[in-house]
């Protein structure tokens, strides 16, 4: 089945402790990203990537990091976690090469909690 | 950056009602989607759809890129449409960013 998959779902940390949240998909899709999604502001772009070893800020970077080392996986990464990087983190992909190409497919969501 | 802006925000109907629901651009666009969130968080793509007609079942889609908006129209609406509608654009300066609007939150009520 084709999917984005992504893990944890759900986690709950403290201020401080680093952590990854993982992303992979099985569809051979070049583009990836990562979105953060709050009440009121929608879904916000914190980075992407065209390919591997290419990776892009979106317009939310700050605190994140991210590695595209395999063409099948794009995780996210918080150094140093705050209460303000509490939220709902979505990844997605594409074939990104244009026209219908560019529909992006979302994994499940993983909802983080810093606390 | 180019702002996306989404009307009505919020919207209820009865069930069997049309709805049209619309976005707003600021600037040309590389593309368009529109993507549907249903109640359990989950984001499904509707339409790819820089430009046109589209239509899918009950769903259709039109973008009018020279006037700078999308409509996204759902007819005989149910129970299972209620969630929250996005449209998101790609901005044409070879940057790949993708911008949402904030949606509109559609509840379909019995």
């Known amino acids: 089945e084709a999917q984005v998959t992504q893990n944890p779902r759900y986690l709950i940390t403290v201020t401080g402790k680093k952590l990854t949240v993982t992303c992979s998909q099985n569809?051979?899709?070049?583009?990836m990203s990562w979105y953060r999604q709050d009440p009121g502001l929608g879904l916000r772009q914190i980075y992407y990537?065209?390919?591997?070893?290419?990776?892009d800020k979106g317009d939310v970077p700050e605190g994140y990091k991210v590695s595209r080392k395999e063409k099948r996986n794009f995780p996210l990464i918080l150094e140093s976690p705050s209460p303000n990087q509490t939220s709902l983190y979505f990844c997605?992909?594409?074939f990104g090469t244009g026209g219908e190409e560019e529909t992006q497919y979302f994994g499940p969501g993983t909802r983080l909690l810093v606390l | 950056g180019i702002q996306v802006e989404q009307s009505p925000p919020d919207l209820i109907l009865q069930e069997g009602a049309n709805s049209t629901l619309r976005c707003n651009f600021s600037?040309?666009?590389?593309?368009l989607q529109w993507f549907h969130q249903n109640p359990w968080g989950q984001l499904i793509n509707l339409f790819y759809?820089?430009?046109g007609t589209k239509q899918n079942g009950r769903l259709s889609a039109t973008t009018v890129a020279t006037e700078r908006y999308s409509l996204l129209y759902i007819s005989s609406s149910q129970t299972t449409d209620s969630g929250v509608y996005f449209c998101?654009?790609?901005?044409?300066?070879?940057?790949?960013?993708?911008?949402f609007g904030k949606g509109t939150r559609l509840h379909i009520l019995p």
């Open positions: 997605a992909s594409s």
């Open positions: 569809m051979n899709h070049e583009y």
């Open positions: 990537s065209m390919n591997v070893e290419v990776t």
């Open positions: 600037d040309s666009v590389n593309n």
């Open positions: 759809i820089p430009s």
């Open positions: 998101a654009v790609e901005a044409p300066w070879g940057d790949d960013k993708i911008i």
